[in-house]
């Protein structure tokens, strides 16, 4: 009876010993596990860093480019790619002079209203679209014919009517009435508050800015910037329009939007664009910032 008593506590035994064994094994496993984790996020964090570091210096580098006295060797402000690979770290960077770009402060109707048109809205809706952008501006609050002053933005159920002055940044065309988020995401590339050109330039805008000029279609568009960025430097053809004017770049601008992105080599990127003024400032650094974006996927 005893030697049952003795085996039966020696079994107990035995099970306890394993079930520590098992809480151990599971504790140094969820330790190591968390270790393991946490060491990912610190070299996750690191490259993040890199990356974020990387892209700045990438912008600055830009702004070198853009300045070069060399014709031949300076950065082509029109979107095109430029790549350079700088200890193992990708760099890609972009500029487009704003001069490219649709002044939403300096369009007149028709011009807003053929890049409405084609952007995907019917002619009615850009039309009513245009003229509220205008009573949006002005200094007034007499409601133009199609236009949308306070009453019209009250009717409609918003609580704030139009600013009345101009447009401080883009992403105020949002609060005007009839502007969808969609068109807006559509717009946003090829348009800005910072060039004072009532025209886009062809000799750098993107295909949403050409959409505001007459008489060409979105397919025609897209060849144009393809045909006009496989030329390099020093080529002394221009490009054609659709309606046959040929395009040549004409002088140096003084605003840009820089898109810089850095991707390390474990995958890790950032994103940066800034739109840049070129010129000394009083903390004496080449160029002022007028915007500046984080972590944007287009």
């Known amino acids: 009876m005893n030697g049952y008593c003795f085996n039966k506590q020696n079994g107990i035994a035995l099970v306890l010993v394993l079930w520590i064994l098992l809480l151990l094994t599971i504790i140094t496993g969820s330790f190591s596990l968390m270790a393991r984790m946490d060491r990912m ?15 700045e210096a990438a912008i600055n580098l830009a702004v070198l480019a853009l300045r070069d006295p060399d014709e031949l060797s ?49 002619v009615d809706e850009s039309e009513l679209l245009a003229a509220a952008v205008l009573d949006w501006r002005d200094a007034d609050e007499l409601e133009r014919v199609n236009g949308a002053e306070e009453d019209a933005y009250f009717a409609a159920g918003l609580e704030v ?40 330039d062809p000799a750098f805008a993107p295909v949403e800015a050409l959409m505001a000029m ?13 045909q006009r960025n496989s030329q390099q430097p020093g080529d002394s053809l221009g490009t054609e329009l659709p309606n046959g004017i040929v395009v040549m770049e004409q002088g140096r601008g003084v605003t840009y939007s820089i898109k810089a992105r850095a991707t390390m080599p474990n995958g890790v990127w950032e994103q940066l664009q800034a739109t840049i003024r070129l010129g000394a400032n009083r903390s004496g650094s080449p160029y002022r910032v007028l915007r500046w974006r984080e972590g944007f996927q287009n």
């Not at 996020?41 to 892209?55: D, I, N, W, Y």
């Not at 082509?76 to 649709?102: C, F, H, P, T």
């Not at 992403?171 to 988020?181: D, H, K, P, T, W």
């Open 41 to 55: 996020e610190a070299h996750s964090l690191l490259s993040g860093t890199q990356a974020r570091l990387s892209a």
């Open 74 to 122: 300076r950065m082509r402000a029109d979107g095109r790619v430029y790549q350079q690979e700088l200890n193992g770290i990708l760099l890609e960077v972009s500029a487009i002079d704003e001069r490219g770009k649709l002044d939403i402060n300096a369009a007149d109707e028709l011009t807003l209203a053929n890049m409405f048109i084609g952007h995907g809205m019917s």
């Open 161 to 200: 009517g139009p600013a009345n002055r101009p447009f401080m940044m883009s992403e105020e065309l949002l609060q005007v009435i009839g502007m969808q988020y969609e068109l807006y995401r559509k717009l946003e590339p090829g348009i800005t508050t910072f060039s004072r050109a009532a025209q886009p």
């Open 214 to 226: 007459p008489d060409i279609t979105y397919e025609e568009a897209v060849n144009f910037v393809e």
